[in-house]
């Protein structure tokens, strides 16, 4: 039985999410400030956390790629790589914006993106070095 977190699982598209994984008999744990869900969407067997997710980033855009050879230089090893015609849908940047964590939290990115990642995996002589 597999667990899954669905970040705003209490607004419409997240509560049908966590319905439909509730009823294939895996775990739902659910995450959402209730800013516009609504308690009542929240299913019947699924574990509430109410809080808030917040991005602490350094508000610079990053291709695609760029975050692949980041993860790679992190990783110490290559991904296969697979390009393909641009689809509908596809984004070409990933653009975090620091304000929240800044306005809540008093946080400010003080990390590059690799050494943000190596960090986050737990990878502390990575990091240091990066």
């Known amino acids: 039985m597999a667990l899954h977190l669905i970040i705003g699982g209490a ?5 049908h999410l966590a319905d439909a994984l509730i009823a294939r008999g895996d775990r739902v744990r659910v995450l959402d400030d209730l800013s516009t869900g609504k308690r ?4 019947r067997g699924a574990e ?11 508000g610079r855009a990053a291709s695609l790629l760029e975050l692949l050879v980041a993860l790679e230089r992190v990783c110490g090893r290559t991904a296969d790589r697979r390009f393909g015609p641009e689809r509908p849908g596809d984004f ?6 620091p304000s929240k964590a800044t306005a809540l939290l008093g946080l ?11 960090a986050t995996l737990g990878l502390d002589e990575v990091a240091r070095a990066a």
Not at 40 to 43: M, S, V
Not at 48 to 58: L, M
Not at 92 to 97: E, M, Q
Request: aromatic share 6%.
């Open 108 to 118: 400010k990115a003080t990390r590059r993106l690799d050494q943000g990642l190596a």
């Open 40 to 43: 009542g969407n929240l299913p």
């Open 48 to 58: 509430f956390i109410e809080g808030d997710v917040v991005n602490v980033c350094t």
């Open 92 to 97: 070409r940047l990933s653009l975090g914006a």
């Open 11 to 15: 607004g419409f598209i997240g509560s």
